[in-house]
Every structure is written in structure tokens, then in C-alpha cells.
């Protein structure tokens, strides 16, 4: 079964701290990763996804197949990444237009 | 372009009522997928239509429904209404079915509460 698992519901760290969110998946086969964030008042909005490779906001995510991980990673968090943050997949296990979330983490960066 | 839009953006109703909720997706955009947020289960696929087609569905009773339009929106219908069906439910649409990768764009959700 496919299944996407963030472990931390809650991650508090001070302003200029590093930042890292935890995704672990299971998944027979070749998934596609993503990560989602959600601020206050605002709607769902992909952040970054593996295949792109890019860095979004200064956050990037590494896709460790031997591991089946996907943590998402900032060097030094600033107040305005407080929100919370999903961790999905799709593939063509599931069909492609269907997203697997994890339950989110809510980041808090305090001053 | 304009973003994703849903309709209404909240609705309150009781027990055995059914409810109807409306998903305008990006110009251009011809899939829709729905999903149901809750607290207790977090987001859950519901279904996706491409072309007017149902091309997938998630685990959820017959009760929840919906239907997509030529020109791409889309409608989802709760019948016989439960306490649990309280959650907010996100639409989101995307270029095509099937894209290795393609970009989902959410809208901001129908808060539905179930009395």
C-alpha cells in the first residue's frame, strides 16, 4: 500500500536554526515526491517536487530511494516558513492525478 | 490567471441533507481531483475526472459524488449527510491526466459542517 509518514506533528525552532522536516514513504515502484505548504489563511500550494530538482524559498528535499525518504531541508528558517507542510507522492501505482499525503507537520519559527 | 475557485466557501447542514459543491478549475486546466481535509484523518483523495470521465476514486462510501462539465468544472455532491462529513474539501486541477509530475493547484476549500 502506498503510504506517506511524517512523524513530527509540530516543529518549533528559533529564527536562523536549521530546518529539517521528516517524509518517509512506501511505495512499490517509482513514485513522484512532493512537498506541499499550507500558510495561515492561505491555500494548499506545492513548494517543490523531486523531479525538478530545484530549490524553492531556500528549501530543498533529496529523494533517498534506499532509505524511501524525502526530508525537506533549510540551512538557516526564517519566521515567515512558519506554516504547515505536507509531504506527498503520486505514481502510477495510484494514477498519476492522485495525491498520497502525510498527515503535515506544522512548522513554528520563532524570533 | 485566476487561481482554482470553489463554491460556496462555507456551508452549514444537518444530518440527511445532501449537499452540492462547485470546483471552477484554472483555464486551460481539464483534470479535477477532490479531497476531503479533517483533522483526524488529515487529506484524503476522494475522486478525479478528466474529460467528464471518473478516471480515479478513492476509498470513500457511494454516498460522495461527482460529475465533471464540458468546459472542465466540476461538481461534487455529499447525499444523506453524516457528522463525520464535517471537513473541509479542496479541489484541484491540473493541466492533464497521467503527467509524470504535473502540478496540482488547489483551491481554497468548502468548509462543510454538519449539524
Known amino acids: 500500500a502506498q503510504r506517506v509518514t511524517q512523524p513530527e506533528k509540530l516543529l518549533s525552532v528559533f529564527k536562523g536554526a536549521p530546518v529539517e522536516l521528516k517524509c518517509n514513504y512506501s511505495y512499490s515502484g517509482s513514485p513522484e515526491l512532493f512537498w506541499y505548504v499550507q500558510y495561515s489563511r492561505q491555500r494548499l500550494q506545492l513548494l517543490l517536487r523531486h523531479i525538478s530538482r530545484e530549490s524553492i524559498k531556500g528549501f530543498t528535499a533529496d529523494l533517498n530511494k534506499g532509505e524511501t525518504s524525502f526530508h525537506l531541508k533549510k540551512p538557516f528558517a526564517q519566521e515567515e516558513d512558519s506554516a504547515m507542510y505536507y509531504c506527498a507522492l503520486q505514481g502510477a501505482n495510484t494514477g498519476f492525478q492522485k495525491l498520497v499525503f502525510g498527515t503535515g507537520t506544522r512548522l513554528l519559527v520563532s524570533p | 490567471k485566476a487561481g482554482v475557485t470553489q463554491t460556496p466557501r462555507y456551508l452549514i447542514k444537518t444530518r440527511g441533507q445532501q449537499v452540492t459543491l462547485s470546483c471552477s478549475p484554472i483555464s486551460g486546466h481539464r483534470s479535477v481531483s477532490w479531497y476531503q481535509q479533517t483533522p483526524g484523518q488529515g487529506l484524503q483523495f476522494l475522486f478525479e475526472?478528466?474529460?467528464?470521465?471518473?478516471?480515479n476514486k478513492g476509498n470513500f462510501p457511494g454516498r460522495f459524488s461527482g460529475r465533471q462539465f464540458s468546459n472542465s468544472r466540476s461538481e461534487m455532491n455529499v447525499s444523506t449527510l453524516e457528522l463525520g462529513d464535517s471537513a473541509l474539501y479542496l479541489c484541484?486541477?491540473?493541466?492533464?491526466?497521467?503527467?509524470?509530475?504535473?502540478?496540482?493547484?488547489f483551491g481554497p476549500g468548502t468548509r462543510l459542517t454538519v449539524l
Open positions: 475526472y478528466f474529460s467528464e470521465t471518473q478516471r
Open positions: 484541484a486541477s491540473s493541466l492533464e491526466a497521467g503527467a509524470r509530475g504535473d502540478t496540482q493547484y
